[in-house]
């Protein structure tokens, strides 16, 4: 059933850190700072200030603003940020990766992230799984893990399977999914049968409210039960804010995300 249907509220999810035992730690929220490209685009610095004065304790990054690695964990030491990870275009990751994986090991990532790629049939997602499994050979022994995250797309049926269900079974175990909850709502899928049915395959959560216009929106807006899903994601280490839509003053809009998930 689509619970986008008028009038219906949905479960989703929230914003803590697994543990080993099970139990959730304080909260912490991290930013996807596409989220506010283009007040990066103006003044990388003073947008990610602007994010870690806000509250916001970590980053997962879609661009550098320039930086090169050692101003970077210099700039994050001194706003008291940690990076998630990255979103890394699928060409970086057949040219280029050793040099990104270089990168974000010099700065503390944990993840780096495959943001799309063309999954429309099943030779295009097995390409896709072994761009994802090199890149995790190499990644071996770095701390660093690779990943994938969903459009709508990946939601297609291909040989009676989601593109994504395809792609979880032909990457390695260490190859984890990032699953953007708007995204699955917007394909009809339920976020939190979803996360739940995948397990320990999905260890990042994109927190991305939708409304039952399927527009994304303000997180106290939207038909999401961001707590429900934060429950059902027992396996995931980070929950990431991402905005894109804006009806009101992004700064604004991120601030009402914020407070809104930190009651979580």
Excluded at 42 to 54: N, T
């Amino acid at each position: 059933m689509n619970y986008l249907q008028l009038g219906q509220k949905v479960r989703s999810s929230g914003i803590n850190g697994s543990r080993k035992d099970g139990k959730r730690g304080k909260m912490e929220i991290s930013i996807q700072l596409y989220s506010v490209h283009t007040e990066t685009e103006k003044d990388f610095k003073g947008a990610v200030e602007k994010v870690a004065d806000i509250g916001f304790q970590g980053v997962e990054f879609a661009g550098y603003g320039g930086l090169s690695a050692e101003e970077m964990a210099a700039f994050l030491k001194e706003k008291n940020l940690y990076s998630v990870g990255a979103h890394v275009g699928v060409q970086r990751f057949e040219e280029g990766f050793l040099e990104e994986l270089g990168y974000h090991k010099a700065i503390g990532s944990k993840y780096i992230i495959c943001p799309y790629a063309s999954t429309e049939t099943l030779e295009e997602v097995k390409e896709l799984a072994e761009v994802l499994n090199n890149a995790a050979r190499l990644a071996e022994g770095s701390g660093i893990k690779v990943g994938y995250h969903n459009h709508a797309q990946e939601f297609k049926i291909i040989n009676g399977k989601y593109a994504l269900d395809l792609l979880a079974e032909l990457t390695r175990e260490d190859v984890i999914l990032e699953l953007d909850v708007f995204w699955a709502a917007y394909a009809g899928v339920e976020p939190v049968d979803y996360i739940k049915k995948s397990g320990k395959k999905i260890e990042l959560i994109h927190m991305k409210q939708i409304n039952e216009t399927k527009e994304n929106v303000d997180m106290p807006e939207g038909c999401l039960d961001m707590k429900t899903i934060q429950e059902a994601a027992e396996y995931a280490s980070y929950f990431v804010l991402e905005h894109e839509e804006y009806d009101k003053p992004i700064w604004e809009s991120i601030q009402n995300d914020y407070e809104f998930l930190k009651k979580l």
